[in-house]
């Protein structure tokens, strides 16, 4: 077995790597169906910065995955996803066979493919903490279904079709994880209206003080951190709430408070735009004009 500090961060730049940590075989260089019920071996502790991309379906109780300062809500039967570039602590319970299925691949399969144009649309991959998947059983027979597909198409003879097809089953599968994420944000529905409560609470708090003149407009990253849940996890969930986006909330708070203080001091619409965290206030302008149909002065004059 390779010899893992566990204080180290391993570079997990290949899907080879990977399967070595784990006395897998590797089947293709740039892509791998795992089932680490049948790993020879494995790390009781280790940092990874994943170069792949990677998603896991958990079985049994065998280990936990820590990324940042918080444990994932990582259960049986739950799926976690990573994409290059994030660093996860992995923790296996001692003497326990590892149970989990899953996919890695590497960004060099699905450069100039349609995988490849679309991966950016799939946001659960920068999902952090408490984020993870929970499926049905058939859902979960669905997810394995697909694994073994891709396992199926990796273990046929190299031809013209193989990457195509490839790409195609691993678009599906994270096609499949869309739609689950959406149902679970449909059945947490309680939960995600106690987020939009606070998150409605925070944008009156941010702009009824001097946030804005200390620290500038807010990001959807700043409400999403107050909430403890990630910038993607949290723009999705309100988008699937709301039908609006966590920018477009935001925005409108911007314009709302703009339109009171257009009528409600003598402020000049610089100050006012300054007030508001503006850098500039040409880009308040612009903002006001694109969403009202006409500038800050000229509403100020029709009022």
């Known amino acids: 077995m390779e010899e893992i500090n ?3 961060i391993i570079e997990l730049d290949s899907v080879d790597r ?40 958990k079985d049994v109780k065998c ?33 326990i066979q590892p149970h989990a299925h899953g996919i890695l691949f590497h960004p060099d399969l699905i450069h100039g493919t349609a995988l490849g144009q679309e991966i950016s649309n799939y946001s659960f991959f920068s ?56 149902r679970q944000f449909q059945t947490r529905g309680e939960v995600n209206n106690d987020i939009i409560v606070r998150f409605e609470q925070l944008l009156n708090d941010y702009f009824e003080g001097d946030a804005p003149q200390k ?3 807010p990001s959807v990253k700043y409400f999403a951190d107050k909430v403890f849940l990630s910038p993607n996890y949290f723009g999705d969930m309100i988008r699937k709430q709301t039908g609006r986006t966590a920018s477009e909330y935001i925005q409108d708070r911007v314009i709302g408070v703009a339109k009171e203080k257009l009528l409600s001091s003598d402020k000049t619409m610089s100050e006012i735009a300054y007030d508001l965290g503006f850098q500039y206030p040409q880009h308040l302008s612009r903002m006001f004009k694109r969403v009202v149909g006409i500038t800050p002065n000229e509403y100020r004059m029709q009022n």
Request: proline share 3%.
């Open 6 to 8: 566990k204080d180290e």
């Open 18 to 57: 990977y399967n070595k940590i784990f006395g897998l075989e590797t089947q293709h260089p740039l892509v791998s169906v795992v089932d680490l019920t049948q790993s020879t071996q494995w790390p009781e502790r280790a940092w990874f910065r994943y170069g792949v991309y990677a998603l896991f379906l």
């Open 63 to 95: 280990g936990n995955i820590k990324y940042g300062r918080q444990y994932y809500d990582y259960q049986d039967g739950t799926i976690v996803c990573f994409a290059p570039g994030q660093v996860t602590d992995l923790e296996m319970l001692p003497n």
């Open 127 to 182: 999902y952090e903490t408490n984020e993870a998947l929970h499926l049905s059983e058939e859902e979960r027979q669905t997810v394995m279904d697909c694994l073994q597909n891709i396992s199926n198409e990796l273990k046929h003879a190299i031809d013209k079709h193989s990457r195509r097809l490839i790409c195609a089953n691993i678009g599906l599968l994270l096609d499949y994880c869309m739609r689950y994420y959406e």
């Open 215 to 217: 620290e500038g407009l």
